[in-house]
């Protein structure tokens, strides 16, 4: 066995969810901890919130009362979502997914306590996976003092000290590829991506994804029209304090473009998404539809 | 109204509603809804951390580097290795 084999890993890649997770330490040996520390949170996470599962605590919210009392982990989940839905004054909304009336103004959430709309339905998946990366990186960094960086599905999230040259994260437009990438470092906080090149859908409860290029019908959902979002951008990578701030700005950037298309504004007035990033400070990387490439902010060009 | 009034408002309500449970919850939340709406009421709907502003999503600043940028890694030279040295993860849609 060579040096270099021997040397404990400080990287693990594995499949989750229909993609691709991936963790990394900086004190080797704490990687199998790790990994173990994160399968089973991500378990307890799926349980609660997971609309792929009938029996998952939110399907069974969303198909009983409108009054129900939440464990503490959806409750927490839910009160992400809809912290999210006012930041981004509702360009990321927890109800559109599901056909169904209202939005996330008829949800009210007190502690565990929800009531919502006759017709709403909750589906966390815009900001579950984001917030679930943040969560297993403190749970990981608190519980073994390891520096950590944990991805799932392309939103990356640190915590703890951070390896001497920052953590290398690549960039794509579909974190499953190999192809066009480009590389940045971070010393914190999240990075996400969002974009309209990949497309999700289910088949027999499973979900499934499928590559292609726009304009095709992807998962990002405008709440105004409740459709997939087309538009001047197709990807939109943020850097921010935190995974689900940077999933909330890369989202809410591409469906600000959609709006922008869709009451057929000038190309001057498309520029609103990133006028509402540099607004909050926050450091991106912006793919047109004809793949050009805009930075915002910190963002290395 | 301010924020802690609007929020300990809403909290007693949706207390209210859940002793009620489900239809008749559903019922007078529409009420109240339509009710807050002509008191000018802003929406404050999360009222776990009722301090938590809306700015606070993007409170800190994050600037990420590239080893393009020269600064941070040294351009040109051979890269250490170790944590970080290689790829630690990937972003991309989902």
């Not at chain 2, 807050?36 to 606070?56: C, I, K, L, N, R």
């Not at chain 2, 590239?66 to 941070?72: H, L, N, R, T, V």
Request: some cysteine; charged content about 20%; overall charge negative.
């Amino acid at each position: 066995m060579s040096a270099l084999s021997a040397a404990p890993r400080t990287v693990a890649d594995f499949a989750l969810w229909g993609g691709r997770a991936s963790i990394a330490v900086t004190e080797p040996g704490q990687l199998q901890p790790a990994m173990r520390l994160v399968s089973e949170e991500l378990g307890r996470i799926e349980r609660a919130a997971s609309t792929y599962r009938a029996d998952s605590e939110l399907v069974r919210i969303n198909r009983g009362d409108t009054a129900a009392q939440l464990s503490p982990l959806l409750a927490e989940m839910v009160a992400v979502s809809l912290r999210v839905a006012r930041a981004t004054g509702g360009l990321v909304d927890p109800t559109v997914t599901h056909p169904g009336t209202g939005t996330w103004r008829d949800v009210f959430l007190d502690g565990p306590m929800l009531v919502r709309g006759g017709g709403v339905r909750l589906d966390l998946g815009a900001t579950a996976k984001a917030w679930a990366a943040d969560r297993c990186a403190t749970l990981v960094h608190q519980a073994l003092g390891t520096g950590v960086l944990v991805g799932l599905l392309g939103d990356l999230s640190a915590a703890g000290p951070a390896p001497e040259l920052g953590w290398r994260i690549d960039v794509a437009e579909d974190h499953r590829s190999q192809d066009d990438t480009v590389s940045i470092r971070i010393g914190s906080g999240g990075v996400a991506t969002s974009s309209t090149t990949t497309r999700r859908h289910r088949d027999a409860g499973r979900s499934v994804v499928v590559t292609g290029v726009p304009p095709c019908s992807n998962h990002i959902v405008d709440p105004l029209t409740r459709r997939s979002v087309t538009g001047r951008w197709r990807t939109v990578s943020v850097a921010a304090d935190s995974c689900v701030g940077a999933n909330a700005a890369s989202t809410a950037a591409l469906v600000l473009g959609n709006r922008a298309a869709l009451w057929g504004v000038s190309t001057l007035h498309t520029e609103e998404s990133v006028e509402w990033l540099l607004d909050r400070g926050l450091s991106a990387r912006l793919i047109d539809a004809e793949g050009q490439i805009t930075t915002v902010g910190g963002w290395p060009r | 109204m301010d924020r802690s009034e609007e929020a300990r408002r809403r909290a007693m309500t949706i207390a209210v509603l859940s002793a009620l449970g489900g239809a008749a919850a559903t019922g007078l939340l529409m009420g109240g809804l339509a009710l807050a709406d002509q008191d000018g009421a802003t929406t404050d709907q999360t009222t776990t951390d009722p301090t938590v502003t809306d700015d606070d999503l993007w409170s800190g600043q994050t600037s990420p580097w590239s080893d393009d940028d020269g600064s941070d890694s040294g351009s040109g030279s051979s890269v250490p290795q170790g944590p970080g040295s290689g790829s630690s993860g990937r972003t991309g849609g989902s």
